[in-house]
């Protein structure tokens, strides 16, 4: 009996000795990055313009109307003159096309035409304000005003401020005489908030077309906050590696209608519900890997002891982790393909039994998984031949391939990053986006993808975003433009 007491206590020892060494090898913090961009010293930024201007580009109301409402083209049309009128070393230097007939396309030749170029992509459209919202904002939507040391409006946030701040950039760069090593593409959508069809998807057939094959494409998607998980105090940032796929399948149920006193053993909205009950009752499996094992490693190194072990010790925790993750709809979301039901129909009449009752299920997919294989899957789940399950319409899109955390794009991201907020080094997490953006279109032609909006959020600031009364504080809006300053000189050494 001691003996086998023994042998118990030396193998729990054992354990518990490993997982603490395992654990040892998260404590100390990520490798450090190279700071190529960190040892330029910064631009002189001109301050007080830079916040005129983004508030003049808040004031056209250039919105995107997700009914299919036809948009208010002059709105572009006059944001576009009042970016030419005040960005005018940008427009003297680059080239620009207009794309889809809204979206600018601008092109920053680099000295050596043989490197592989940059791609800087935002927005110009934003989401209507709700009517019965409006008396909720403190100062009007479209006023731009600059009060409290915040530029107030829709798209200070989404995402005029990725387009002001490039171009602010740009402008600072052009007046200190920079010209860049590497080719330099601006691509601006006009229809982001509405899929991106006539706006991003040209812009990027149309550099695909010509050949370029960009080292690093950024778009918006992650961002720089505090309180993004449980046992991660400080401000972090998050930089966007994948994307999740989309599809909305329709499922049509057919059986013999006829009169509601006699019903058939089959009815259309019986077997409809009976298959959504399956998909719900059976969720695509959690895969704790790809991206969001990126994702909880890199944040392991600043979580409390108890956690970093689990995570450290992946090997025997794997399944508590997950399910501890899972346990919100977030952490779900992260790790495996959701099922959403979101639409269904079927009957005209309270004693007529329709012969035919459809559901839309809407996706958002998992890395390793296709628009073919859920179809797949669903069909396999719900088991009724009767059911024909297809594509809603053509907005469905694969998952995007996961970028590279070691590669020299993420480097330079993730170290100017580091060096955006004076005496603030954030720890920089991959993670996967689980919204789409208009970096979505490059998903089938690069793997050089990456996703993050460079301005420091404030608490709260989140809901903001498509939200009430969006505002940027003046001084974030100019971490974004130092952002942008030291990204473009950093591609130089890249
Ligand atoms: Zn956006």
Redesign the pocket.
Known sequence: MKKLLLALFAAVTGLLSTMAVRTTRYSVPQIALPSTSASLAPLPIDTAGAATRLAGAIRFPTVSMASGAPIDTAAFNDLRGYLEQNFPLVHSTLAREIVGGLSLLYTWQGSDTSLPPVVLMG?MDVVPVPEPNLKQWEHTPFSGDVADGFVWGRGTL??KSTVLSILESIETLLKAGHKPKRTIYLTFGHD??VGGRYGARLMVDHLVAKGVKPVLVLD?GGFMGSGLMPGLEQRTAIVGIAEKGYVSLKLTSRASGGHSSMPGPRTAIGALSRALAALEANPFPYKLEGPTLGMVESIAPYLPYVQRMMIANLWMTRPLVSQSLAANPLGAALQHTTTSPTMLSGGIKDNVLPPEATAVVNFRIISGETIASVRERVTRVIADTLIDVALLDSVGVDPSPVSSTSSPAYQLIASTIRSMVPGEVPPVIPYLVMGG?DAKFWGPHSDKVFRFLPIPLGDGDRDR?HGVNERVAVRDYLSAVGFFVQLIRGTDTM
């Open positions: 927005h989404d995402d982001e908030e918006e953006t975003v």
